[in-house]
């Protein structure tokens, strides 16, 4: 029964997309830490085998988000992105820009460092970034749902190297300061819940990385997540 019950959360988990699959990641990892001992299951084959097919249950996801209510929302797969070599943007305002304003930057991926560049199509741009250590902006846009409007909003990286500030609509929402090589794989969450403007259709989040050395870049994903 237990076995049973399992194999239709695992195929609920991998089968569903959006908040119905998440609804399932989250029963499925429920439901394992609560009949781990009772079932005779070869756990670490079984993680082994959803982690090398890229979290095909969620359960990665479900773990790093359980203490946020769905909805999850996920950022684009691609950031506009901009490198700012001479470190000039503050000074610019570059964190005020519009979406508008940034038609120029080049999108980018945002689950692996900036210096990982075997599909970034622009050559002069892929060129500097493979060894690029320095100061690099990125924006994106994302909608807020109305079932958030009376919780804590907050966004949820999965990993910066090594620091960032944080500006939403313009306003500073916070800031990641790496200390040690931990820090730049450690997720962490920053509130925005006063920078977001509810008369707007989306909202724009802007991203100051300053990297010192080694890859660099938001390497990991993004969530827009609340709390109640």
């Known amino acids: 029964i237990l076995a049973n019950k399992h194999s239709r959360l695992v195929y609920g988990a991998m089968y569903n997309r959006g908040t119905k699959g998440y609804k399932f990641a989250e029963k499925l990892l429920a439901f394992r830490k609560a009949n781990r001992t009772q079932m005779e299951m070869s756990w670490p084959g079984i993680f082994y085998v959803e982690d090398v097919w890229g979290d095909v249950c969620k359960l990665k996801l479900a773990s790093h988000l359980e203490k946020y209510p769905l909805p999850w929302i996920k950022t684009p ?22 979406w508008e304003d940034t ?24 060129k500097k970034l493979k060894t690029y250590d320095g100061i690099g902006w990125y924006t994106f846009r994302v909608k807020v749902p109305d079932e958030m409007k009376e919780r804590k909003i907050f966004l949820y990286f999965g990993g910066v190297d090594d620091s960032c500030w944080i500006y939403v609509n313009g306003k500073p929402a916070g800031e990641h300061i790496s200390k040690n090589a931990k820090d730049t794989n450690t997720p962490f969450e920053i509130e925005i819940t006063k920078q977001i403007d509810w008369t707007k259709k989306y909202q724009t989040v802007t991203v100051r990385v300053e990297d010192k050395g080694g890859r660099g870049g938001v390497h990991k994903e993004t969530w827009l997540v609340s709390k109640k």
């Open 103 to 126: 038609k120029n930057w080049k999108p980018i991926r945002v689950n692996v460092p900036w210096s990982n560049t075997y599909e970034c199509p622009y050559k002069e741009l892929k």
């Open 77 to 98: 797969f691609k950031w506009r992105f901009k490198i700012d070599e001479k470190d000039v943007g503050l000074k610019e305002k570059w964190q005020n820009k519009s």
